[in-house]
């Protein structure tokens, strides 16, 4: 049965970097058959979608957020991670890993299927 | 970027009701859509994907219709676990994009 469970420091100062690992058990990040994405969830708000890395590295990464988001794979360790600088308020949230399956053969994809519980990250001073 | 609109934000309704959520996209995404459950202080779980396909474990209650722009979530009769947020998702291009939520209350 695959579990991801987030893991990191719940609070950060303002400006610092945020810094999240999603440790993924019961499949191997580097089997390549899935993308592995980081969402966000403001207290009391919607969803909001972060970015995804598959296996190799590739990143995609929401626009707005681009400028402050990098995402690493580490398949030895089986987990992949966020990092997002210069953090605000604005940033408080709780944040999901998830994954999604590509299928290469058919370049169709597959929503997420598998999350972890969360983590609330709450930035202040 | 699609965006993805809900409505209604808000539904009150009783066990055994008939409910229907609509989502729109701001452009066709062909079937490329997704439904999930949000329980308080719980991970989303997917209910729905390609705009008709129940997820597995998921029960037969809850189904799912649409194509291009338009579709829709049921839940034939309302159980006490089906009160809950729910949230479209299109998956049709990045960046993936979610509905603002509607919220299935207790009337």
């Known amino acids: 049965q695959l579990q991801l469970r987030e893991s990191g420091p719940g609070l950060v100062k303002p400006s610092e970097t945020l810094s999240l690992i999603c440790h993924v058990s019961g499949d191997s990040i580097s089997g390549g058959h899935y993308c592995w994405d980081w969402i966000r969830q403001p207290p009391g708000k919607g969803l909001e979608w972060i970015g995804v890395i598959d296996h190799s590295g590739t990143t995609d990464y929401d626009a707005s957020l681009k400028s402050r988001v990098t995402m690493s794979v580490d398949t030895s360790k089986n987990q992949f991670s966020l990092k997002l600088n210069s953090v605000t308020a604005a940033d408080t949230a709780v944040y999901y890993c998830?994954?999604?399956?590509?299928?290469?053969?058919?370049?169709?994809?597959?929503?997420?299927?598998?999350w972890g519980q969360g983590t609330l990250v709450t930035v202040s001073s | 970027d699609i965006q993805m609109t809900q409505s209604p934000s808000t539904l009150s309704a009783s066990v055994g009701d008939r409910v229907t959520i609509t989502c729109r996209a701001s452009?066709?995404?062909?079937?490329?859509l997704a439904w999930y459950q949000q329980r308080p202080g719980r991970a989303p779980k997917l209910l729905i994907y390609k705009a008709s396909g129940l997820e597995s474990g998921v029960p037969s209650t809850f189904s799912g219709s649409g194509f291009g722009t338009e579709f829709t979530l049921t839940i034939r009769s309302l159980q006490p676990e089906d009160f809950a947020t729910y949230y479209c998702q299109q998956y049709d291009s990045y960046p993936w994009t979610f509905g603002q939520g509607t919220k299935v209350e207790i009337k």
């Open positions: 452009q066709s995404i062909s079937t490329w």
């Open positions: 998830a994954r999604h399956l590509f299928n290469r053969a058919a370049n169709t994809f597959y929503p997420f299927d598998y």
